[in-house]
């Protein structure tokens, strides 16, 4: 069974330029979710996906983020501008279904520096 | 609000003898899961164990325990005969009603030869 892929893995950009990282999910997999994890610090949810559509996305800074699932399966983060603090680790991970006592499978993530 | 505390920033262990990481939580949530991640220098997250709120016995999976303490809001991770590729990362997650985790800050651990 094909893992979470993730592209690009490695990017650098310059603050106020934009940004968009590709996510594929386990095949059958409904939910995904997007984290990011600053340097020494755990991840943090972004925006979960359920389908296509989005269940969670309190904490993704709506000024500069966006992300989209479309048709359900793959999925797009995008900043626009980018700024030095979002310099970090982009965590895609999917499960089958949402809830509590269900593992979520991880992508390599797609490390961010902005310079 | 629901949070996962870890205080032990980094752990050092024979190889060969086991090792606990700490783990905390706080939420009011009556019904929640509690998990154990693996984070090796490579970036990807390795799923380890998993407890249910309401398993009535302590979950194991090879030589990863958790050793659960409702009562106390603890979930540690024990790890028995550490192997030196065991030397990484370790992360505790709390999974929501709606399936989020929440993660503490990690530790690192270091198994020595």
């Known amino acids: 069974e094909a893992g979470v892929a993730q592209s690009p893995r490695y990017k650098i950009i310059e603050k106020r330029q934009s940004v968009a990282f590709w996510c594929n999910p386990i095949?059958?997999?409904?939910?995904l979710y997007w984290y990011q994890q600053i340097l020494g610090q755990g991840p943090k949810l972004l925006i979960q996906f359920q389908n296509n559509g989005v269940v969670d996305d309190s904490q993704l800074p709506k000024d500069r983020f966006s992300a989209e699932r479309l048709k359900g399966v793959d999925s797009t983060l995008k900043i626009q501008p980018a700024k030095l603090e979002d310099s970090a680790v982009y965590l895609c991970?999917?499960?089958?279904?949402?809830?509590?006592?269900?593992?979520?499978?991880f992508g390599p993530g797609t490390r961010l520096t902005v310079t | 609000a629901q949070k996962i505390t870890q205080t032990q920033p980094g752990m050092f262990v024979q190889e060969k003898e086991a090792v606990t990481l700490d783990c905390t939580y706080d939420?009011?949530?009556?019904?929640?899961?509690l998990f154990w991640y693996k984070q090796p220098s490579s970036g990807e997250m390795i799923f380890l164990i998993y407890q249910g709120s309401y398993d009535q016995q302590n979950a194991t999976e090879g030589r990863y325990s958790l050793n659960f303490q409702k009562a106390r809001k603890s979930a540690n991770l024990v790890i028995s005969a550490s192997q030196l590729g065991d030397s990484a990362m370790y992360f505790c997650?709390?999974?929501?009603?709606?399936?989020?985790?929440?993660f503490g800050q990690g530790t690192e651990l270091s198994v020595k030869p």
């Open positions: 939420t009011s949530d009556p019904s929640y899961g």
């Open positions: 991970a999917s499960s089958l279904v949402p809830g509590q006592g269900y593992e979520q499978y």
């Open positions: 997650a709390m999974s929501t009603k709606g399936g989020k985790l929440i």
């Open positions: 095949s059958g997999h409904a939910t």
